[in-house]
C-alpha cells in the first residue's frame, strides 16, 4: 500500500512565524503535491514537483515555497505565516503514468496537517 | 480553464437507500475522473480512476460511470460507515499532473 505520511496532524503558530510542514512518502514516486483544503473552496494546489530538486507553481503559491532535496521527501515552508493561512494542508504523491497500473495519474494523500495561525 | 461541480451538497440517506452522487466536468482534454472518498479530519482515500465515457467501476457497494460530461457515484444499499466526504476531480491535459476538484458531496447515512 501507498503511505504518504505528514509531520504534524495539528500545529499552532502565531502570525509572521516561519512554518515547515514535512511530507514523507514510501512508494518512490515522483511526483508529490501541496494543497490546501478550506471549507467551500475544496482542494487547491499550491506547488508540485516532478523530480528532486524541481518544482511548479500551482494555483494558489503566494506566501508559500516548497523544497525537494530527496525524492521520498517534500516540505512546504511558509515564510511569514499570516491569519489567512489557517487551513488543512494536505500532501500527495502519485507515480508517472508510465509505471501507473491501476490508473493514470492517481495521487494518494497523506492524512493532513491542520494549521491555526494566530 | 478545468470545472468540476459536485451535486447535491449535501445527502442524508437512510439505511439500505439507494442513491447517487453527480459530478459535472468541463476539461480539455480529459486524462482521468478519479473519485475519493474523504473522512473527517484525515486525508482523501483514493476509490476510483475513469479513462473514457462508458466506462464503470465498483467497489462494494459503490460503483462509478462516466459519460462526456459527468460522473456518477451510486451508492448501493448504504451503511453508516459509507458516511463521508465524496469528492471527485479530473485530470486534464492543460498541465502536466494537474488535478482540478470540485468540492465534495457530504455523505451521512443514518442506522
Known amino acids: 500500500d501507498v503511505k504518504v505520511t505528514q509531520s504534524s496532524r495539528y500545529l499552532v503558530k502565531r502570525t509572521g512565524e516561519k512554518v515547515f510542514l514535512e511530507c514523507v512518502q514510501d512508494?518512490?514516486?515522483?511526483?508529490m503535491f501541496w494543497y490546501r483544503q478550506d471549507p467551500g473552496l475544496g482542494l487547491r494546489l499550491i506547488y508540485f514537483?516532478?523530480?528532486?530538486?524541481?518544482?511548479e507553481k500551482g494555483d494558489i503559491p503566494e506566501g508559500y515555497s516548497v523544497s525537494r532535496e530527496k525524492k521520498e521527501r517534500f516540505s512546504l515552508i511558509l515564510e511569514s505565516a499570516s491569519t489567512n493561512q489557517t487551513s488543512m494542508y494536505l500532501c500527495?504523491?502519485?507515480?508517472?503514468?508510465?509505471?501507473?497500473?491501476?490508473?493514470?495519474?492517481?495521487?494518494?494523500f497523506g492524512p493532513g496537517t491542520r494549521l491555526l495561525v494566530l | 480553464e478545468d470545472q468540476v461541480t459536485q451535486s447535491p451538497e449535501a445527502l442524508r440517506l437512510q439505511e439500505g437507500e439507494s442513491s447517487s452522487l453527480n459530478c459535472s466536468y468541463t476539461?480539455?482534454?480529459?486524462?482521468?475522473l478519479f473519485w475519493y472518498r474523504q473522512d473527517p479530519g484525515k486525508g482523501p482515500e483514493f476509490l476510483f480512476t475513469?479513462?473514457?465515457a462508458g466506462e464503470e467501476k465498483e467497489k462494494e457497494r459503490l460503483k462509478a460511470t462516466l459519460t462526456k460530461k459527468e460522473s456518477f457515484l451510486h451508492i448501493t444499499a448504504p451503511k453508516p460507515e459509507d458516511s463521508a466526504t465524496y469528492l471527485c476531480?479530473?485530470?486534464?491535459?492543460?498541465?502536466?499532473?494537474?488535478?482540478?476538484f470540485g468540492t465534495g458531496t457530504k455523505l451521512q447515512v443514518i442506522p
Open positions: 476531480a479530473v485530470g486534464g491535459s492543460g498541465g502536466y499532473q494537474k488535478v482540478t
Open positions: 512508494m518512490d514516486h515522483e511526483n
Open positions: 500527495a504523491s502519485s507515480p508517472p503514468p508510465i509505471r501507473e497500473r491501476e490508473g493514470r495519474e492517481t495521487q494518494y
Open positions: 476539461v480539455s482534454g480529459l486524462r482521468g
Open positions: 514537483s516532478y523530480d528532486v530538486k524541481m518544482k
Open positions: 475513469l479513462y473514457s
